[in-house]
């Protein structure tokens, strides 16, 4: 019933800049909050950015200052913008629907995921 799908993702170079999108179908994310994930090989998927469904917005240290997360509520999007974009950024970016709540925590709703690769 839930359907998120990603897009955006692309080849940049280094201090380059990129914004993703995430399309949910089946639920709103007005009514509950987002975060976006990311893996690269041989890594384990960490959680990048978040936002609430008041938009309030939780950042990783390894992109605070150089992401940003936000929302359309007319497209029922959610966008990440990412700026300063460095190599160990490349990895495959995963979009996901939090749980009914004030503050974002992950369902097992996910996106199919988008690839960004920096090149330096």
């Known amino acids: 019933q839930v359907r998120l799908v990603e897009s955006g993702g692309g080849l940049v170079q280094a201090g380059g800049s990129l914004e993703l999108s995430c399309a949910a179908a089946?639920?709103?994310?007005?009514?509950?909050?987002g975060g976006w994930y990311r893996q690269a090989p041989g890594k384990q998927r960490e959680l990048v950015a978040t936002i609430s469904r008041d938009r309030s917005t939780n950042y990783a240290d390894s992109v605070q200052g150089r992401f940003t997360i936000s929302r359309d509520n007319d497209k029922n999007q959610v966008y990440p913008q990412m700026h300063s974009l460095e190599p160990g950024d490349t990895a495959g970016y995963y979009c996901?629907?939090?749980?009914?709540?004030?503050?974002?925590?992950?369902?097992?709703?996910w996106g199919q995921g988008t690839q960004v690769t920096v090149s330096s």
């Open positions: 089946g639920w709103s994310f007005m009514i509950v909050g």
């Open positions: 996901n629907i939090g749980l009914l709540g004030s503050s974002y925590r992950p369902s097992n709703y």
